[in-house]
Nanobody
Framework: QVQLVESGGDSVQAGGSLRLSCAAS????????MAWFRQAPGKEREGVAFILSGGSSSTYYADSVKGRFTISQDNAKNTLYLQMNSLKPEDTAMYYC??????????????????????WGQGTQVTVSS
C-alpha cells in the first residue's frame, strides 16, 4: 500500500517562504505523475505543481504559482518537495501530495485534475497572513 505523508506546513507572513515535504512509502515508479494540490476553505481542490516521478526534471505549474513555487524530488529519500517563495495570503490552504501509478510520457498529462490521482496524503496546512 502506497503511503504519502506531508510535512512542513506553517503560518508565515506574506512574502515569506516555506518548503513542504512528502515522504512516499512503497512508491518506486518512474514516469508517473506526482503533484501538489491545495484546497482553501469553500473552494475546490486545485493542482499547483506537477512532476514526473523517478528523477525527471519535467515540471508543470499552475499559472497562480508559476515563478514562485518549485516542485522537486529526491529519489534517494523517496521524497517530493514544494518550495514556496513570495507567499501571498491567497496561498493559504491545505496542501496535499498526490501520486498515480499509470505511466505517462508528458508531464502536462499530470495536470488533468484530482480525479487522475489514486494516492493522496493527509495534507499539511499553510497559512499566509498579510
Amino acid at each position: 500500500q502506497v503511503q504519502l505523508v506531508e510535512s512542513g506546513g506553517d503560518s508565515v507572513q506574506a512574502g515569506g517562504s516555506l518548503r513542504l515535504s512528502c515522504a512516499a512509502s512503497r512508491y518506486t515508479y518512474s514516469n508517473r505523475c506526482m503533484a501538489w494540490f491545495r484546497q482553501a476553505p469553500g473552494k475546490e481542490r486545485e493542482g499547483v505543481a506537477f512532476i514526473l516521478s523517478g528523477g525527471s526534471s519535467s515540471t508543470y505549474y499552475a499559472d497562480s504559482v508559476k515563478g514562485r513555487f518549485t516542485i522537486s524530488q529526491d529519489n534517494a529519500k523517496n521524497t517530493l518537495y514544494l518550495q514556496m517563495n513570495s507567499l501571498k495570503p491567497e496561498d493559504t490552504a491545505m496542501y496535499y501530495c498526490a501520486a498515480d501509478y499509470r505511466a505517462v510520457s508528458m508531464v502536462s498529462t499530470c495536470s488533468r485534475g484530482q480525479s487522475w490521482y489514486n494516492y493522496w496524503g493527509q495534507g499539511t496546512q499553510v497559512t499566509v497572513s498579510s
